[in-house]
């Protein structure tokens, strides 16, 4: 069966066909997949602006369900069901997707699967390598999200760490609007990282503070033992704080608490010389990786995983690939990382957990609606 996915959560409007392929190790494959990013538009503003996001979706949407038929060389009459994705994100642009799927899928009388954006990501695993052995340590770091989920059964997901204050992509996204590099800045911070040294700056370590570690209900209770649970959970505020102050140091500006609020949307980090803005990037950079790498390993050696997977758009980080590798090698444990195009949103992993849960759970109904907070567990 073909089926058609659609994702329009942030600042990208994509379709994909996905096709089951009837083999049990490598179950989807992709057909076709069609992004219409948004970039160009929210680079001006230095960031997603929900408003002209949603109504850039409502453009784009026809064209690009259009051209993920052609590319696939289909017409809608071989689509057997839709997904789509309910949430989280910006509910305007959510919206866009699931009225689109819903009204496709009404005039057609097939099946719509709502989609969790999560469940997508981890699914690009799937989909790009066939089934990981399980159970596997699934962390998923985007732009909204840093997450770590224990996989047991396929569509099964359980979360044992979060954030719990930014997401590592808007972290990246953060350091590179203070640094003056614009947006997106996770890919910008990527490159510049590269001529950097990354040992320049002693940036603190991006863990939580005592009263953090303290907190009552360690998000992986029950999983994972109270103590360890604590220690799974992310933070990248202070390392965002540390970064400003350094910055404002470096260019002669105020460092106290109102000027670090202040400068969250400031780029005071343009006037330094170009190596300098290398050597914090690299540094930065180190940092974040050695906290998400630690904390998945970790998880994933007292949860006795077989293996590591990691997506989201972070994934696509070059030094984040290379260091999840070595360390896979160095522990023994088989990690898995989606090429760069299944790594940042993209329709065909929505497709995917789409029909992952249409296998387990079955179709839904019409009645479901965009949902900005929707949870997986
Ligand atoms: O998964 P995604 O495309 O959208 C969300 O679901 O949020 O992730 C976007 C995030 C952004 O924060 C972007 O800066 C980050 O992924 N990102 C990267 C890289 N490419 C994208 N971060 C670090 N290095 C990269 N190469
Ligand atoms: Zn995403």
């Not at 994909?16 to 083999?23: L, S």
């Not at 066939?130 to 909204?144: K, Q």
């Not at 033992?225 to 260019?251: H, M, N, Y």
């Amino acid at each position: 069966m073909n089926l058609l996915a659609i994702e329009t959560s942030c600042d990208e409007t994509a379709a994909a066909v996905v096709a089951e392929t009837g083999a049990a190790d490598r179950p989807w494959q992709i057909r076709s997949n069609i992004v219409a990013s948004q970039v160009a538009i929210h680079r001006e503003w230095g960031g997603v602006v929900p408003e002209l996001a949603s109504r850039q979706h409502v453009r784009d949407i026809c064209g690009v369900y259009e051209a993920a038929l052609a590319e696939a060389a289909v017409t809608v009459d071989a689509i057997g069901a839709i997904a789509v994705t309910q949430g989280p994100g910006l509910v305007g642009s959510l919206l866009v997707g699931v009225a689109f799927a819903k009204a496709l899928a009404w005039s057609r009388g097939i099946p719509v699967v709502p989609v969790h954006h999560l469940a997508g990501h981890i699914e690009s695993l799937t989909l790009a390598h066939g089934e990981l052995p399980l159970p596997a340590a699934v962390l998923v770091v985007s732009g909204g999200h840093t997450s770590l989920y224990f996989v047991d059964r396929p569509g099964h997901y359980q979360v044992i760490g979060r954030t719990r204050d930014d997401a590592a992509g808007e972290a990246y996204d953060k350091v590179a609007k203070l640094l003056g590099l614009g947006y997106p800045g996770g890919p910008a911070i990527d490159r510049v990282a590269r001529a950097g040294n990354d040992r320049a700056f002693a940036f603190p370590a991006a863990r939580l503070t005592h009263a953090d570690r303290n907190a009552p209900r360690p998000t992986a209770d029950g999983i994972l033992p109270a103590d360890i649970a604590r220690r799974i959970d992310f933070s990248f505020s202070g390392l965002k704080t540390a970064v400003l102050r350094l910055v404002r140091e470096r260019t002669g500006s105020p460092a106290d608490a109102r000027a670090v609020k202040a400068a969250a949307s400031d780029d005071a980090g343009s006037m330094l010389p170009p190596p300098e803005v290398a050597d914090i990037a690299a540094s930065f950079q180190r940092i974040v990786v050695e906290a998400l790498l630690d904390r998945t390993f970790e998880a994933a050696g007292w949860l006795g995983a077989r293996s590591i997977g990691i997506a989201g758009g972070v994934s696509a980080n070059s030094r984040l690939r290379a260091e999840a590798e070595a360390r896979g090698v160095k522990h023994g444990i088989p990690v898995f990382i989606p090429p760069i195009a299944l790594s940042t949103d993209n329709a065909a992993m929505i497709g995917a957990a789409g029909l992952r849960r249409l296998r387990t759970l079955g179709a839904g109904n019409l009645d479901f609606n965009a949902e900005a907070s929707l949870r997986l567990e």
